[in-house]
């Protein structure tokens, strides 16, 4: 074979081969312009999915840790209102005597109404871990 038929044939070669390819492409682009809401819908669908998962498994770690603290928030508080409660009432028992008149008869009044309502304060904050705990016991699949 001669040298100019060479190139000429590979020459020609390379032009079918090229056109060839540049109609793949077209096809190829004009396939994804047709397929790109399906594409965008599918991978919007999947970082919601996403972001629905990693929220469940968050809450599912954290929830447990979140729910036990406020309980115990709860209680902590409590028995601080009832050392306070405590602290007033043994004022109140200090001027027992002065409850009807006296020189201390006022301030065995205000020891009497902050030592009900620190007591108040203990009652409810005891009270309302209790009722979280049952809230939450009744959430729980098993009832444990």
Known sequence: MKPD???????????????????????????????????????????????????RFGESIWGPFVHAGSVLWLEITGLFFGLF??????????LRADWRSGPGHQHFLMYAVVAIVFMYFAVSSFYRANRKQRQRKAQLPDGN
């Open 5 to 55: 038929r060479v190139g000429r044939r590979l020459g020609i070669g390379v032009r079918v081969a090229s056109g060839m390819l540049r109609d793949r492409a077209a096809q190829t682009a004009e396939t994804v312009r047709q397929d790109a809401p399906a594409y965008a819908a599918r991978g919007k669908n999947a970082v919601e999915g996403a972001k629905r998962g990693a929220k």
């Open 85 to 94: 409660s405590l602290f007033f009432a043994q004022g109140v028992y200090r």
